[in-house]
């Protein structure tokens, strides 16, 4: 088992990522910031979720072949309550853009929330291993994953394989209902890049390269595990064809204060909410094709 290393602390005033940084992503494929968000910022955030309807009537669950399931909420574009105040924030956005070199644009974002003891799982899987399927030709994309809840290795944190990200896009297939790496070639990796668990605090951010490879456990504790993921991809690497994510639209940025500023919780105009069961696309097969599971 492997120790993170790629561990900063957030500093308020002219955070910007340093060499040491950048080369914990690109040979890492991830860094995790501790604190980039405090009490008052995720307090804010939380009333997205936890007193409006956006729960009730977006989210979808994805079966995990363990009698649990793994639920989310997904949409395209920031939108101007504070969940899009967060993806359009200079101390998020200016990260995304130092760690891949150049302008980015929101692909999409979404709530990831496993519920006391009944939350699932998520197999091993790399992010581009379906996003490769919506002709976005290079993997120049990540994504942020900041802890709504305490992250911990019984309600499910995330796991990765540091250094996986430089394996390459990895053959993913339909397992149990969901997309997952190849299981023989993700065990050889595993040797090479040993598992790390990423438990976080509240306000923490994991910022992760596409080609990383990650998972999750489902929720064996009486602690729910809410977490906010915000996908980004380069203007240069805007997809050919039109699909279900967003195509290039600029990103106005605001400064980090408008995290606390925004008092708008519950109007959600334009942020494209998704039902990808409706979707005929092959990164959605997880969605439409159930696969028999041995239980």
């Not at 914990?24 to 804010?44: A, C, P, R, W």
């Not at 936890?50 to 995990?64: A, L």
């Not at 039109?242 to 204060?257: E, F, G, W």
Request: hydrophobic residues 35%.
């Amino acid at each position: 088992m492997a120790t993170l290393s790629g561990v900063y602390s957030f500093t308020p005033k002219g955070f910007r990522v340093t060499q040491d940084m950048k080369k914990s992503f690109d040979h890492q494929g991830y860094i995790l910031v501790k604190g980039m968000f405090d009490k008052e910022e995720i307090t804010n955030l939380r009333k997205v979720f936890e007193k409006t309807d956006i729960i009730n009537d977006n989210g979808f669950g994805v079966d995990d072949g363990q009698g649990k399931k793994a639920k989310m909420v997904t949409w395209n574009n920031p939108g101007n309550d504070v969940s899009g105040m967060i993806a359009r924030c200079e101390k998020v956005v200016n990260t995304c853009e130092d760690l891949l070199g150049g302008e980015v644009y929101q692909y999409h974002g979404k709530l990831l929330y496993k519920d006391p003891f009944t939350g699932g799982a998520f197999f091993w899987h790399q992010d581009y291993g379906y996003w490769y399927y919506n002709s976005c030709l290079f993997p120049d994309m990540l994504t942020v994953f900041i802890a709504i809840d305490k992250c911990t290795r019984s309600n499910g944190c995330l796991q990765i394989l540091p250094g996986s990200n430089r394996c390459g896009r990895i053959v993913h297939d339909v397992v149990c209902g969901q997309t997952a790496a190849n299981t023989e070639r993700v065990s050889a990796i595993e040797k090479a890049c040993p598992k790390a668990y990423v438990e976080m605090e509240p306000g923490d951010a994991l910022f992760f390269h596409c080609n990383l490879l990650h998972s999750s456990s489902g929720n064996e504790s009486a602690d729910r595990r809410w977490a906010y993921l915000i996908a980004y991809n380069t203007r240069a690497n805007n997809a050919l064809v039109r699909h279900h994510h967003a195509q290039y639209t600029p990103l106005h940025k605001v400064p980090d204060s408008a995290v606390k500023d925004c008092t708008n919780y519950s109007d959600f105009s334009g942020k494209d909410f998704m039902d990808p069961t409706n979707l005929d696309l092959p990164e959605n097969a997880l969605l439409k094709t159930q696969a028999k599971c041995d239980k």
